[in-house]
């Protein structure tokens, strides 16, 4: 579905991604783990086209989406949560919701409202207030219910466990999972909490200094050793 | 003259509510004289005379001392009744509930506020200056609710809003003067003209934000402003341009004599011919106008684009992941702020009949800036409110002479202190779910609400 190779990207001088290639498939969950500054969220930068790949392609069904403009992608079907969530804090989480579907069909708005209210049902307790005074892992909640007002085919999530309680993150993961499972999204989720990644993840990539280092299925990944040290003990 | 310095006593007093103690209290009323003492020397101490063709300076020590005093025994006063902090924060969160309160009646008070308008030229106190102050102020409304659009809405902080004020007036009256078209066919070409300028200087702009967009705004303000000064051929520079012939109403003029062949607007009527009519025509006429501004903006923001802009105020990035495209909602919101702009513009030059680079200085652009961030940035009422503050204020203070400007001063200072975010700084969501303060009681909110409180309560034990 979703096919990145051999994307090179710069900062200016800094070389953040030297030639990664990944590949998403259709009603998947991959995800990409990595430590702090790996280009992690560089990477799914770039598929937005924010910024654009200056080497490399990037296709999604069959498509190259290297140079179209971010906001272009959500037509074609991607939609993304941004890092640190970025949800309108002046506006109602009912608001928030109506904007995530600026792009959509008018005509199931109603639908997917529910669905997204089912999915969390915290945001429909809270719908009349605003984005700002919800805790950060209801704001989470949000920037996910928002991105799926859009009906996307793939879903890109940036950080979702950041600055999170780890209960909620749990709560968080069970809905990707969820959408994964009933509507058959396609998921890619760039995480630094590896352990909950992997569990959920049906294949993962590892990311170590803009190059993908390793890949397997997420279980695979969870029991190797190397990655055992370097990202799930000590500190989770 | 009293120059109020936070000083480190005021919180050691503040630790102890309801009481003060003395020697803090004398310190700081010193320290504040001492200041006031060094200010005084110069502005209220010397004064230089003319003794015919040499300067004299003369010292009043009576008049220095005085001041001095004054303000050592106001100071005093003040730390000891009411200064303290909690005194503070408690007349703050009054205001704030004042503001609140005010707020859920917005609907109320804006439609007395529109009756009492449609009615001000009938009250027995509307002489020929209240309507002409009335209208002056209605001018700064509409102009304060354009420029809302893109400061208040879009978020675009714009210091050059005079600009398109300009084009607006100087669009109606080069197409008065020189081609002779009626006011209604040169106010959609004055909104259109200055709506073009908006695009032109949004375009440089789009990927500015901020502190930087502001000066570049600031910059295009002066350009304007220096375009007209000297373009002599077309603008006639500083000498402005006269005679700029004044509205009708639909073809009938407020002369008292009409032109050979044409009727005058107390002929239409049967009444006898009076000044007023005008001037009354004029305050109607931009009470329309900013009314349409007004019912503009107010409908805009439910819809997509108005939506746009004040998504795009929050979050820009936001905004681009969810397909908005971030270029045409700023140029959008630039170009309908600057033409609501063209229409005051046009309006003025009609109302004055002369208008010259002078009448559209930096001042301008910072009063009407002054009255969106004062009103509260997005709130229509508060610029109402705002505008009345900063327009109709400074015109009662006009008795005070040379201390006008210091009060108005005042008034600023106070309102920052109180409201820094402005008098009705509360955004209303453009779609109300639940009327506020509203707790389910029935249906599926209300059990998932009980089932909530029932976890909590088995959570506490």
Partial sequence: ?236 | MATDIASPSASAAAKRPGSYDLPGALKESAITAGVAAVLAFPFLGLQANNDGPELVLLTRWELFFWAVAVVFVGRMLLTVFRWRSDARAKSAEGLKAFGAKFQRYNVWIGLAGAIFAFTLPMWPFADRYVVDIATTFLIYVMLGWGLNIVVGLAGLLDLGYVAFYAVGAYSYALLATMFDWSFWICLPLAGLFAATFGVILGFPVLRLRGDYLAIVTLGFGEIIRVVLINWYDVTNGPDGIGSIPRPTFFGYAFDRSPEEGTMAFHQLLGIDFDSMHRIIFLYFLILILALITNAFTLRVRKLPIGRGWEALREDEIACRSLGMNPTNTKLSAFAIGAMFGGFAGSFFATRQGFISPESFTFIESAIILAIVVLGGMGSQLGVVIAAFVLVIVPEWLREFAEYRMLLFGLAMVLIMVWRPRGLLSHRDPTVRLHPPGYVPRHGVEAQKVQAQEAELAAKAK
């Fill in chain 1, 1 to 236: 579905m979703l096919r990145v190779s051999g994307v090179h990207t710069y900062y200016g001088q800094i070389h953040a991604l030297k030639g990664v290639d990944v590949e998403v498939n259709e009603g998947e969950i991959v995800t990409l783990i990595g430590s702090n500054g790996a280009g992690k969220t560089t990477l799914l930068m770039t598929v937005c086209g924010s910024p654009q790949a200056a080497r490399g392609e990037i296709v999604f069904q069959g498509q190259d989406i290297t140079r179209i403009p971010t906001h272009k992608l959500v037509e074609l079907g991607i939609a993304q949560s941004p890092e640190g969530r970025r949800i309108f804090p002046r506006m109602t989480v009912y608001e928030n919701l109506q904007m995530g579907a600026l792009r959509a069909d008018p005509g199931h708005f109603e639908k997917d409202l529910r669905r997204v209210y089912d999915l969390f049902p915290r945001l429909e307790e809270r719908k009349s207030q605003r984005g700002g005074t919800l805790s950060g892992g209801e704001q989470q909640m949000l920037a996910i219910g928002r991105a799926l007002m859009s009906r996307p085919k793939l879903l890109l999530l940036d950080e979702p466990s950041l600055g999170i309680a780890p209960l909620v993150v749990r709560q968080i993961f069970e809905a990707i999972k969820e959408i994964n499972r009933t509507q058959g999204m396609t998921v890619f989720l760039v995480e630094q909490n590896a352990f909950h990644a992997l569990k959920l993840a049906h294949r993962a990539y590892v990311m170590v200094n803009g190059n993908i280092t390793m890949s397997g299925s997420g279980r695979e990944l969870l029991d190797n050793p190397e990655i055992r040290a370097a990202y799930l003990e000590g500190g989770h």
